[in-house]
């Protein structure tokens, strides 16, 4: 079976531009959570959807927002572009919202210059 | 709100040597407890797991036990090798709604030959 993949891998945008990162879930998975690392940080949750809706979000800005289409990928958007957003973007599928271990991709690389 | 507390890194070890990361948390209710590890470059795996008082997870040598008196899960190995340099990451998953998991900073594990 295929593993969560992210794309792009690497990424480098400008302070106040818009990006859309991607992630194709593992087979069977119908659920998506989105992290962000900072560099030396632990993850911190952004927010995760099940079957097609936000279920549940963390303490991240309204220009931070989600998509889960019917074949469960998934799309996260992050407007207006801040120096403090360069992190390191994890998305991780599971196959229910609730006591379901976690499967992470190997995540998207943004720099924000 | 809940949190995670570990051990500053980085650790540096050498081959076969003994390894203690500490973690403590601090939740409402009893959540499950995991250890989370990151190689260069990758995503995080799953290394352990543990979901009540007192059960003890264990995977590839890796061993930590659930302790609600002193709200700690401690990771241990008896004999560290090469291969295990990694940053290993201790989380919680609170009860309740989506599953949102709380991160640890981290701790850089580097074992030399």
């Known amino acids: 079976e295929t593993g969560v993949t992210q794309s792009p891998t690497h990424l480098i945008k400008t302070r106040g531009q818009q990006v859309t990162l991607r992630c194709s879930s593992q087979?069977?998975?119908?659920?998506v959570s989105w992290y962000q690392q900072a560099l030396g940080q632990g993850p911190q949750f952004i927010f995760q959807?099940?079957?097609?809706?936000?279920?549940g979000r963390g303490n991240f800005p309204p220009r931070f927002s989600g998509l889960q289409f019917p074949n469960y990928s998934s799309e996260l958007n992050v407007n207006a572009l801040e120096l403090d957003d360069s992190a390191l973007y994890l998305c991780?599928?599971?196959?229910?919202?609730?006591?379901?271990?976690?499967?992470f991709g190997n995540g998207t690389r943004l720099t924000v210059t | 709100g809940d949190s995670v507390t570990q051990m500053e890194g980085p650790v540096t070890l050498s081959e076969e040597a003994f390894l203690t990361i500490n973690c403590t948390y601090t939740?409402?209710?009893?959540?499950?407890l995991f250890w989370y590890v990151q190689y260069p470059g990758e995503g995080l795996q799953l290394l352990l797991k543990a979901t009540k008082a007192d059960d003890k997870g264990s995977n590839k040598g890796f061993e930590a036990t659930y302790r609600k008196e002193t709200t700690s899960f401690h990771l241990e190995k008896g004999s560290v090798q090469v291969s295990d340099s990694a940053v290993y990451f201790c989380?919680?998953?609170?009860?309740?709604?989506?599953?949102?998991?709380?991160f640890g900073k981290g701790t850089k594990l580097t074992v030399n030959p």
């Open positions: 989380a919680l998953v609170s009860q309740g709604g989506s599953e949102k998991l709380v």
């Open positions: 087979s069977g998975h119908n659920t």
């Open positions: 991780a599928s599971s196959f229910d919202r609730l006591n379901s271990p976690l499967h």
């Open positions: 939740a409402t209710g009893y959540p499950s």
């Open positions: 959807y099940y079957r097609e809706e936000e279920n």
